[in-house]
C-alpha cells in the first residue's frame, strides 16, 4: 500500500537555527499537505501544496512540492520557540495518509 | 462554528469491554477520518469515509467498526478492547475543491486506556 515516509524522526535545533523536514511517498501523490501538532494538541492544518514544484511561503515556513509529486520539503528559516511542535506531511487524496513527523525541539 | 467534536475525551476501558467513539462535524464535509496516534508516533489512519453510507479500511483497521449513516456524524466502534488499543484517537474531516481533498479539520482527540 501507499506510504509516506518522514525524516529526521527527531530534530534538535538552538533558537535561531534553520530547520528542514522531508516527506518521501512511494507513489505519486495528488496533493501534499502539511500540519504541525503541538504537544498534547490536534494536528492544525498548514498548507496545501497541488501542482508539480510548487513553491509556497509563510513567513519564515518555506514549503516545496517535488517535479515528480512524490516528495516534498518543510523549511523553516531562524528557527522560535514557538515553532516547537510534531511536523506532518500527509498524502493520498481522500485516503490521507500521513508520515510519522519530526519533532521539533528548540532551545532558547 | 463547533468544527468536529469527539466524545469522550477520556475513557477507561477494561479488557473485553466495547465502547462508540464519537464524532461528528457541523461543517458538511464528505471526507470523514479516523486516526489513531500512539505515544510519540505518527497518525495511523484506521478508517475513512468519502460520503454517507461509504466506508474503507485504512491501514490498521483490526478491532474497530465504523458506519456513516448521516453526512454529519461518524462513530467509531471497539469490539473486545485489547491493550493495543490504548491510544488517542483523533476523528477529523475534510471537504473537496478542484477535485481533491481540501485541509482536513481535526477533533480534540478521545484519550482512551484499556486495562
Known amino acids: 500500500g501507499q506510504q509516506v515516509m518522514q525524516i529526521p524522526q527527531y530534530q534538535h535545533v538552538q533558537e535561531g537555527e534553520d530547520f528542514t523536514t522531508y516527506c518521501n511517498s512511494s507513489t505519486t501523490l495528488s496533493n501534499i499537505q502539511w500540519y504541525k501538532q503541538r504537544p498534547g494538541g490536534h494536528p492544525v492544518f498548514l498548507i496545501q501544496l497541488v501542482k508539480s514544484g510548487e513553491v509556497k511561503k509563510q513567513k519564515r515556513l518555506t514549503f516545496q512540492f517535488g517535479e515528480a509529486k512524490k516528495n516534498s520539503s518543510l523549511h523553516i528559516t531562524a528557527t522560535q520557540t514557538t515553532d516547537v511542535g510534531t511536523y506532518f506531511c500527509?498524502?493520498?487524496?481522500?485516503?490521507?495518509?500521513f508520515g510519522a513527523g519530526t519533532r521539533l525541539f528548540v532551545k532558547a | 462554528n463547533a468544527g468536529v467534536t469527539q466524545t469522550p475525551k477520556f475513557r477507561i476501558l477494561k479488557i473485553g469491554q466495547s465502547m462508540t467513539l464519537q464524532c461528528t462535524q457541523d461543517?458538511?464535509?464528505?471526507?470523514m477520518y479516523w486516526y489513531r496516534q500512539d505515544p510519540g508516533m505518527g497518525l495511523k489512519l484506521i478508517y475513512y469515509s468519502v460520503g454517507a453510507g461509504i466506508t474503507d479500511k485504512g491501514e490498521v483497521p483490526n478491532g474497530y467498526n465504523v458506519s456513516r449513516s448521516t453526512t454529519e456524524d461518524f462513530p467509531l466502534r471497539l469490539e473486545l478492547a485489547a491493550p493495543s488499543q490504548t491510544s488517542v484517537y483523533f476523528c477529523?474531516?475534510?471537504?473537496?475543491?478542484?477535485?481533491?481533498?481540501?485541509?482536513?479539520?481535526f477533533g480534540q482527540g478521545t484519550r482512551l486506556t484499556v486495562v
Open positions: 500527509a498524502g493520498g487524496g481522500f485516503k490521507t495518509i
Open positions: 461543517m458538511n464535509h464528505n471526507y
Open positions: 477529523a474531516s475534510s471537504g473537496t475543491g478542484r477535485g481533491v481533498n481540501t485541509e482536513a479539520f
